[in-house]
């Protein structure tokens, strides 16, 4: 997780992610189970590193902007990513991006 300090903006913090995220993996990954999505065609391909990117970029700037100035988590996923944003009491902001290939949840009253 990437904290925001008064010496990152959010694009800053944006950037980071981007920058460390192992993209190279999540395509192989996407590549050799045919994981596909829609283009703007309508066709299904394997996306490009690049669309990876910009799907990622757009979800991670939805969940901060869905956060607002409250605290507490946003969550928005899709195509198998996933992004958090979360404004911590400190008045922090981590931001986090996952590729989930599989996960499992369950609870309990």
């Known amino acids: ?3 925001f300090t008064q010496k990152q903006n959010l694009t800053d913090l944006i950037k980071e992610v981007i920058a460390q995220f192992d993209y190279q993996k999540v395509h192989k990954v996407m590549t050799d189970l045919n994981w596909t999505w829609y283009n703007s065609q309508t066709e299904t391909k394997v996306p490009s590193i690049g669309e990876l990117v910009l799907s990622s970029l757009k979800l991670m700037n939805e969940a901060v902007n869905k956060l607002g ?6 969550i928005v996923a899709t195509g198998g990513f996933k992004a958090t ?3 911590h009491d400190d008045g922090f ?5 996952e590729f989930v290939l599989t996960d499992w949840s369950a609870g309990y009253v």
């Open 1 to 3: 997780m990437n904290y």
């Open 69 to 74: 100035y409250s605290e507490g988590r946003m």
């Open 85 to 87: 944003a979360i404004r």
């Open 93 to 97: 902001i981590t931001i986090d991006l």
